[in-house]
């Protein structure tokens, strides 16, 4: 930490020597009080400009003069204003931005086509709010997480899998954090819902590669969600009904202009339907009970401002499912949520140094209760995790723009929890393993501008992690660049290192979320990836943004179950690992229309995933042998095409409509290539069709696609806004596979009862028909 200061001290001389001043502050909605981010600030006259980072803060030097400077604060939907100051000394300017005087809802994106051109960031992705609420969804239910998985690279489709698998990587290679908290599991409803309502979300940013220095701990992908603040101007609120569920957000002034509140909440209500069905069947012998199911969350934040330099934040999240089946003799109960919290403290400590302070608590856990008459059983996994960082944010000039900072969590794993007994307490038994690990990182990046063509995103992060008396560290250099050909040709690279520390054991083929959350130990060492990125962006005409990039990535230290792995009940689980390695690699292009009344995109992602050389541990935790059975295969998530088309055009000031197409080469799934038979004793009358299996995942589901279409019809009261949204989801009702399962059929011999296996067909499952819903949203 000393090192940091002394070189900010050297940096900050040079910038004195320089005769320079700062103009620095924040940019934020008027209307609102939520602070910008991406927002752009620029003195014209100089040729000089920056733009907010993600906490609104932006920090811009100008050379000292006696003439007055005119600055222009822009954002994408908003109206431009302007400023000017005397730059004679150090200046506090923050200033917000006014929507207008437009009826017609204004469109706010976080980034113009010439910004992205403009940064070292590349293989990232952005939706804002309004388009997740026009795109099409299941069951009227917008999702602003599934509508990022109709952006190439992260492939969308196959109702009923649980995770994202973003270019090539397991499901829990994801790093998912809500207002920097970690999120564990993102998915509700077997994972055909995210946990993030799009009411309360301001903004959601996913990396798939050319990862910033300030993020570890996973090797595909950052998802980083950010809530808003709540209206500190005025009491508003907003929210939806709809056939499954409904939802309600309230946000306004505590203190006006300087502290706000959100509240944000919602519930599915099936379950009060089909606990009605049930009551009306009981005493009916033929009737079967139906499962209750239901997912709620919970979001709330507040914040105060304390003055120019010196604001807080307090932000929680609660959110579950609860699945639940009961008869006479027969009891099944499931749950699984998240819980989150975070305070969060930013502070001005000059001009060009601005910090954040973040303390977050995490906790994620899933609980199966099984009671049959005279016996229960209890099983069950959680994970807990308490962070706190620093990150620095330092702008000495305006080619510089450093990033430096220090964490530490403390994780505590409860793995495959077991309970099991006899009501009489005569036979009784439990099991399980729980650990503590320490995770801890610091790390240091610098965005520099070496000319008006060339930037330079280059850091290094130091990582490490102790648990089970055995303690890891990683280094982990980043580096993007970005070249400028023209003002309307952009190539871009990146390079990342990334280490993993934690591990998710899973069945990757049931939609359950019986997750289990292992940490390396002195056997299990962390994962670790390496990619390489490079691509272009081209800006056509001023409408048409075209982005392509190729990828390749490295995987080492991948786990797998070896064959007939006993997952739940085991102290010894490191006995069912096999360990090996991967590769992933793939071409994206997309093309993007945000202007006019048609906008949308096309995006197309080819490629390609691999693991090997998967070996058995020893005691020791050396490798023992190559295991049986892990020949080089392709995982069920390998996708080899994914196709994704959204359009949404506004017909009118009332009336807008969406469409999306998505087509993807079916997922994977292991099926036997053989069959033998095995018959009892003769005369016993027994025959069995036993099963061959041999490589992984050796046979493609068909393709899956799949066309969606949205109408959205506008009301304007007086109170507010307010619309009707009309989805059809698989609007020409293409039966779609959810897994396939083989049926053997049999024949009897002739004067005997034995039968004999005369052949066997492939079924399919599907989940979804066409499906319409109705939804009405209001703001006020």
Request: net charge negative.
């Amino acid at each position: 930490m000393k090192f940091y200061f002394n070189f900010i001290l050297l940096l900050l001389a040079g910038a004195i020597e320089a005769q320079e001043v700062t103009v620095s502050g924040s940019v934020s909605d008027e209307e609102t009080g939520e602070t910008l981010i991406g927002a752009t600030v620029a003195a014209p006259s100089l040729g000089l400009g920056t733009t907010t980072n993600e906490y609104g803060f932006y920090s811009l030097s100008i050379p000292r003069s006696d003439t007055a400077v005119e600055l222009v604060f822009s954002y994408v939907g908003f109206q431009s204003q302007l400023a000017s100051f005397l730059p004679k000394a150090d200046t506090v300017l923050s200033l917000g931005l006014s929507t207008g005087v437009q009826l017609e809802e204004v469109v706010v994106k976080a980034n113009s086509y010439q910004e992205q051109m403009s940064s070292t960031e590349m293989s990232v992705e952005a939706i804002s709010t309004r388009e997740a609420k026009l795109v099409p969804v299941l069951l009227g239910e917008s999702d602003i997480l599934k509508t990022v998985q109709l952006k190439p690279g992260i492939p969308s489709g196959s109702e009923g899998r649980t995770g994202l698998f973003v270019r090539g990587g397991a499901g829990d290679q994801n790093l998912i954090v809500l207002d920097e908290a970690i999120v564990y599991n993102a998915n509700h409803l077997f994972g055909f819902f995210s946990t993030f309502n799009t009411d309360a979300v301001k903004d959601l940013k996913i990396y798939k590669g050319g990862f910033p220095a300030q993020y570890g701990g996973r090797l595909s992908s950052v998802i980083d969600v950010k809530l808003k603040e709540g209206n500190n101007q005025k009491f508003s609120g907003s929210g939806g009904l709809g056939l499954i569920s409904s939802r309600l957000t309230l946000e306004g002034p505590i203190q006006k202009g300087k502290s706000s509140f959100i509240v944000s909440g919602r519930r599915t209500y099936v379950d009060l339907l089909t606990r009605g069905v049930n009551r009306a069947n009981e005493g009916n012998e033929d009737f079967t009970p139906i499962p209750d199911y239901y997912f709620y969350d919970l979001n709330a934040k507040v914040n105060h401002q304390f003055g120019e330099k010196d604001r807080l934040f307090l932000s929680g999240y609660f959110g579950r499912d609860v699945f639940g089946f009961n008869s006479d003799f027969f009891n099944f109960d499931f749950d699984w949520g998240n819980a989150t919290g975070t305070a969060r403290w930013n502070h001005v400590f000059s001009p060009k140094l601005f910090a954040n302070t973040t303390f977050t608590y995490s906790d994620y856990q899933y609980n199966i209760r099984n009671e049959v008459t005279g016996f229960s059983f209890g099983l069950g996994s959680d994970i807990q995790d308490a962070t706190l960082k620093t990150d620095f944010y330092f702008a000495p000039n305006n080619r510089h723009t450093m990033r430096f900072g220090v964490m530490g969590t403390h994780h505590t794993f409860t793995v495959g929890r077991l309970q099991a007994g006899s009501d009489d307490g005569v036979v009784s038994f439990s099991a399980g393993q729980e650990f503590d690990g320490v995770e801890f990182g610091t790390y240091f990046a610098d965005e520099m501008e070496l000319s008006d063509e060339l930037s330079i995103n280059a850091g290094i992060r130091l990582s490490g992690f102790s648990n089970d008396g055995k303690t890891y560290f990683g280094l982990e250099p980043r580096v993007a660049a970005r070249y400028r050909v023209s003002d309307r040709v952009s190539a871009k690279a990146s390079y990342a290192r990334m280490y993993q520390y934690l591990h998710l054991i899973a069945n990757a083929g049931v939609a359950l979320p019986t997750d289990i959350w292992y940490p390396s130990t002195s056997r299990v060492r962390p994962q670790r990836s390496d990619q390489v990125a490079a691509g272009f962006s081209y800006l056509l005409g001023d409408q048409y943004f075209i982005n392509v990039e190729g990828y390749h990535k490295w995987l080492a230290n991948q786990l797998q179950f070896v064959d007939g792995a006993q997952i739940f009940v085991n102290d010894e689980l490191e006995e069912e690992f096999a360990v090996g390695e991967g590769r992933a690699y793939g071409l994206e292009f997309s093309i993007e229309k945000k202007q006019g009344r048609l906008t949308g995109w096309v995006g197309y992602t080819l490629a390609l995933t691999r693991l090997q050389n998967f070996e058995t541990l020893d005691p020791n935790g050396r490798f023992a042998q190559e295991s049986e059975g892990f020949g080089p295969f392709s995982p069920i998530y390998d996708r080899r095409h994914d196709i994704s088309v959204v359009g949404i055009y506004e017909i009118s000031r009332r009336f807008t409509a969406s469409v999306t197409f998505v087509y993807g080469s079916g997922d994977l799934s292991w099926l036997p290539p053989g069959r033998f038979t095995f018959q009892d004793v003769p005369g016993a009358g027994f025959e069995a069709v036993v099963p061959d299996y041999r490589e992984r995942n050796n046979f493609r589901l068909p393709a899956y696609h799949r066309l969606d279409l949205g109408l959205v019809y506008k009301f304007f009261p007086k109170w507010g806004k307010s619309d009707l949204t009309l989805s059809v989801v698989n609007a020409y009702d293409r039966r779609n596979a959810f897994f396939i399962f083989l049926e053997p059929s049999f024949e009897a011999i002739e004067g005997t009862d034995i039968e004999v296996p005369t052949g066997i067909a492939a079924k399919q499952v599907s989940l979804f028909p066409i499906l319409p819903s109705l939804t009405w949203n209001f703001e006020f």
